[in-house]
């Protein structure tokens, strides 16, 4: 068989850039699917991340130079002609000067041509192996150091049109791909494990229907913008080209290596639906299953009763049964339901009448002195409430005066009085309570989600409902820590805070997360703090015209280390004060002060766009002066 083979690589913690939650995970899932259900060859399935194992005698760790020497490697001795060669990258992406960059560990914000991993060179690199059959998935994040407008994908999908390689992106140029605690992955590598596993996608085509159509749901389940994936295929013919080895081929392979063939159909505890059949539905493992439930709106709340599933679960076909054996059993489930009804019906009309009444059964020492002071012959008096309980007529009293009141004792009020103000309500059912819950979350909110957490909470452990619920409840906490690390990947770490202190204690880990995430992020918030201080006395500096108080403004600005929030922002204004003193440097050239616009140009800083500019313009204005001295 074929010895086909995948790289893999995945970042989390970058040493420049803000760290990414899931990358690594997801890596490591598309590899382990690759080598244990699809039968590629482990020792030719490359996986880089930040804790990955050596192969091959080198460390894979994912800095720049391992890379690009271990993709290099691989594909040139490690793939044969008409192997399978998969490339998966989940990290960083950053397009600069119209081109894209993949980021690795060790990339640089402030030098992405030097550090940066440039797509073309990675395209290249696959395009040479022996063979012909390859597939890049490209996950990028939008890195902080992007600008507004700029877009990445739109090179790589050029690049791999003009190479004819076919590549499917995570999202659109004008989209972000994202990633959730909810999944503890990101939504592309969510759908497209999903997709592998159901059989519908052994071809370029297959994945890119099944992914095209999930990958929303997915976004839309989790209240999150809509991303949707890009194929690039060129010739179109390509799209028939098979992606996954033969199933027989796959199962063999695993069973070799495991001593088992029905290793092969339950990986993970749950069976594998085969690839061939390309109808079959997608079988999810039990945490999915519950992340997938229909959302259900309060107002048809009633209606789960009418429509719940059978205990069992099954959806089999009830075998018919003879007419007249249906008849009978429908007369007698109506004689049934008959008498349970009117029994109920009963209770319920006696139950108002109770309620309705209660301080006649119920009464007190007021009650007693009432009836001394009506009956000044001590008379005992027999209890109203009797007559009601044993259903005879209430004995006449003559009450002292007269006054034209009546000689009987009050008359149970209608029916209509169990509904009047007084009567105890019914309380809410589980379900209505999990449907209510369930509303909650529309906002979208970390308080939204939090208000749900504690409605669902409320279902006690002896319903029905409670695991399902217990199953909503995990999954709002960890959308809860998902929204406050998406404000603090903004740099928004105040409302990271606020989000985080949202987070109910319902599942433990998650909760201690959270609190280690607060402690971070007050510590990242009190930077921030220091960090804008900073920016604001260099602003301050600046004084228009004067190229020294821009220097002296840089060099403020300087301060503010790259790990450090407000990072970017300072590199911004150092690069446009840059260009203010080349354009004062100019500007004294062009009224023939040399020596001044040769000393302004010198204090453009060596890292930034304008020092190229600066020095070439310096070495020009040095050749005037030296022709002036010689005439």
């Given at each position: 068989?074929?010895h086909?083979?995948?790289?893999a690589?995945?970042?989390?913690?970058?040493?420049?850039?803000?760290?990414?939650?899931?990358?690594?995970?997801?890596?490591?899932?598309?590899?382990?699917?690759?080598?244990?259900?699809?039968g590629?060859a482990?020792?030719?399935c490359l996986?880089?991340?930040?804790?990955?194992?050596?192969?091959w005698?080198?460390?894979?760790?994912?800095?720049?130079?391992?890379?690009?020497?271990?993709?290099r490697r691989?594909?040139?001795?490690q793939v044969?002609?008409g192997?399978?060669?998969?490339?998966?990258f989940s990290?960083?992406g950053v397009n600069?000067?119209g081109?894209?960059y993949?980021?690795?560990?060790?990339?640089?914000?402030?030098?992405?041509?030097?550090?940066?991993?440039?797509v073309?060179?990675?395209?290249?690199?696959?395009?040479?192996?022996p063979?012909?059959?390859?597939?890049?998935?490209?996950d990028?994040?939008?890195?902080?150091s992007?600008?507004a407008?700029?877009?990445i994908?739109a090179q790589?999908?050029?690049?791999?049109?003009?190479?004819?390689?076919?590549?499917l992106?995570s999202?659109?140029?004008?989209q972000?791909?994202?990633?959730?605690?909810?999944?503890?992955?990101g939504?592309?590598t969510?759908?497209?494990?999903?997709?592998?596993?159901?059989?519908?996608?052994?071809?370029?085509?297959?994945?890119?229907r099944?992914?095209?159509?999930r990958?929303?749901?997915?976004c839309?389940?989790?209240?999150?913008p809509?991303?949707?994936p890009?194929?690039v295929?060129?010739?179109?013919g390509?799209?028939?080209?098979?992606?996954?080895?033969d199933?027989s081929?796959?199962?063999a392979?695993?069973?070799?290596r495991?001593?088992?063939?029905?290793?092969?159909?339950?990986v993970?505890?749950?069976?594998r639906?085969s690839?061939?059949g390309?109808?079959?539905q997608v079988?999810?493992?039990p945490?999915?299953r519950?992340?997938?439930?229909p959302?259900?709106?309060?107002?048809?709340?009633?209606?789960?009763?009418?429509?719940?599933p059978?205990?069992?679960?099954?959806?089999?076909?009830?075998?018919?049964?003879?007419?007249d054996?249906?008849?009978?059993?429908?007369?007698?489930?109506?004689?049934?339901?008959?008498?349970?009804?009117?029994?109920?019906?009963?209770l319920?009309?006696?139950?108002?009448?109770?309620?309705?009444?209660?301080s006649?059964?119920?009464?007190?020492?007021g009650g007693n002195?009432?009836?001394?002071?009506?009956?000044?012959q001590?008379?005992?008096?027999?209890p109203?409430g009797?007559?009601?309980?044993g259903g005879?007529?209430?004995?006449k009293?003559?009450?002292?005066?007269?006054?034209?009141?009546s000689?009987n004792?009050?008359?149970p009020?209608?029916?209509?009085?169990?509904a009047?103000p007084?009567?105890q309500?019914?309380?809410?059912s589980?379900?209505?309570?999990?449907a209510e819950?369930k509303?909650f979350?529309?906002?979208?909110?970390?308080?939204?989600?939090n208000?749900?957490?504690?409605?669902a909470?409320?279902?006690?452990?002896?319903?029905?409902l409670?695991?399902?619920?217990q199953?909503?409840?995990?999954?709002?906490s960890?959308?809860i820590?998902?929204?406050a690390?998406?404000r603090a990947?903004?740099g928004?770490?105040?409302g990271?805070?606020?989000a985080?202190?949202?987070?109910p204690d319902?599942n433990k880990?998650?909760?201690?997360q959270?609190?280690?995430?607060?402690?971070?992020?007050?510590?990242?918030?009190?930077?921030?703090?220091?960090?804008?201080a900073v920016?604001a006395?260099?602003?301050?500096?600046?004084?228009?015209?004067?190229?020294?108080?821009?220097?002296?403004?840089?060099q403020?600005?300087?301060t503010?280390?790259?790990?450090?929030?407000?990072?970017?922002?300072?590199q911004?204004?150092?690069g446009?004060w840059s260009?203010?003193?080349?354009?004062?440097?100019?500007?004294r050239?062009?009224?023939?002060?040399?020596?001044?616009?040769?000393?302004?140009?010198?204090?453009v800083?060596?890292?930034?766009?304008?020092?190229?500019?600066?020095?070439?313009?310096?070495?020009g204005?040095?050749t005037?002066?030296?022709?002036?001295?010689k005439n």
């Open positions: 068989m074929k086909h083979a995948c790289i690589i995945g970042i989390n913690q970058y040493q420049l850039l803000q760290p990414l939650s899931y990358a690594q995970e997801d890596a490591e899932a598309l590899s382990a699917f690759l080598v244990e259900e699809a590629f482990a020792d030719r996986l880089m991340t930040d804790a990955s194992p050596s192969l005698g080198h460390p894979t760790y994912p800095n720049r130079e391992n890379i690009l020497n271990l993709t691989l594909c040139n001795e044969q002609q192997d399978l060669l998969w490339c998966f990290g960083y600069y000067e081109k894209d993949l980021m690795p560990i060790d990339g640089n914000p402030a030098d992405i041509p030097g550090t940066g991993i440039p073309e060179l990675l395209l290249n690199t696959l395009k040479n192996a063979t012909e059959t390859v597939l890049v998935l490209a990028m994040n939008r890195s902080q992007m600008k407008g700029e877009t994908g790589t999908a050029e690049l791999a049109r003009d190479l004819e390689i076919p590549t992106l999202c659109r140029p004008n972000v791909s994202r990633e959730t605690s909810a999944l503890r992955q939504f592309f969510t759908a497209l494990l999903e997709g592998l596993r159901s059989g519908q996608c052994s071809t370029i085509k297959g994945l890119d099944f992914l095209s159509e990958l929303p749901q997915l839309d389940h989790h209240l999150r809509k991303q949707e890009l194929m295929v060129q010739p179109p390509k799209a028939h080209l098979v992606i996954l080895p199933n081929e796959a199962m392979a695993v069973a070799g495991n001593g088992n063939m029905t290793a092969a159909a339950e993970d505890g749950f069976d639906p690839r061939a390309v109808t079959a079988e999810l493992p945490a999915m519950a992340v997938e439930e959302r259900v709106p309060v107002s048809t709340a009633s209606e789960l009763n009418s429509t719940a059978t205990a069992g679960g099954n959806d089999r076909p009830i075998a018919p049964k003879p007419e054996a249906d008849n009978g059993a429908s007369d007698k489930s109506f004689l049934q339901q008959l008498i349970l009804w009117s029994g109920a019906t009963a319920v009309l006696l139950l108002g009448v109770f309620l309705t009444n209660r006649i059964f119920f009464a007190g020492d002195s009432r009836s001394v002071a009506e009956n000044p001590n008379r005992p008096e027999k109203a009797n007559s009601i309980l005879g007529e209430a004995p009293q003559a009450l002292p005066g007269g006054g034209g009141a000689q004792q009050p008359a009020l209608p029916v209509g009085a169990i009047q007084g009567a309500a019914k309380p809410p589980s379900t209505e309570v999990w819950a509303t979350i529309r906002n979208g909110s970390a308080s939204s989600f208000r749900a957490v504690a409605k909470r409320s279902i006690p452990p002896t319903d029905p409670y695991p399902q619920a199953q909503d409840i995990e999954r709002w960890l959308t820590l998902d929204i690390n998406g990947a903004r928004d770490f105040q990271a805070i606020g985080a202190r949202l987070m319902a880990q998650v909760f201690n959270s609190q280690e995430a607060i402690a971070q992020w007050q510590q990242l918030a009190k930077q921030q703090q220091a960090n804008a920016l006395a260099a602003k301050k500096e600046v004084k228009r015209g004067v190229a020294s108080s821009y220097s002296q403004a840089i403020k600005a300087s503010i280390e790259p790990n450090e929030p407000l990072h970017q922002e300072a911004q204004s150092i446009e260009e203010s003193i080349l354009k004062i440097a100019q500007l050239a062009s009224q023939g002060r040399l020596k001044d616009a040769v000393a302004a140009a010198s204090l800083p060596a890292d930034t766009k304008s020092y190229d500019l600066a020095q070439k313009a310096i070495a204005w040095k005037k002066l030296q022709d002036r001295k």
